[in-house]
């Protein structure tokens, strides 16, 4: 069983910036997929982030250059680095762990944590 702990949250100000974290339990985290999606009040859940196993990248038009994911295998944790903050992106941000499909790939998801983009 996984469990997935996200951190970092809270209230900026719009072009301010926030790094969240997602520490993983368990010992598949190196070799998992990993993602950051947000959802905000009345909207679908949508992905923001994503980083496979070695380390490629994809990301949201929205966030693209502004927004960074990251990880961190040696602390089972995976990290966005959000700057240039907008009052859009305020919304409610998942951290996600898939397992390889060898692993039966299944997903993991995070409590979820607020992020809140004062104008």
């Known amino acids: 069983q996984v469990q997935l702990v996200e951190s970092g949250g809270g209230l900026v100000q719009a072009g301010g910036s926030l790094r969240l974290s997602c520490a993983a339990s368990?010992?598949?985290?190196?070799?998992?997929?990993m993602g950051w999606y947000r959802q905000a009040p009345g909207k679908q859940r949508e992905l923001v982030a994503h980083i496979t196993r070695d380390s490629d990248t994809n990301y949201a038009d929205s966030v693209k250059g502004r927004f960074t994911i990251s990880r961190d295998n040696a602390k089972n944790t995976v990290y966005l680095q959000m700057n240039s903050l907008k009052p859009e992106d305020t919304a409610v941000y998942y951290c996600q762990l898939t397992t390889p499909w060898s692993w039966g790939g299944r997903d993991y998801w995070g409590q979820g944590i607020q992020v809140t983009v004062s104008s």
């Open positions: 368990g010992s598949i985290f190196s070799i998992a997929a």
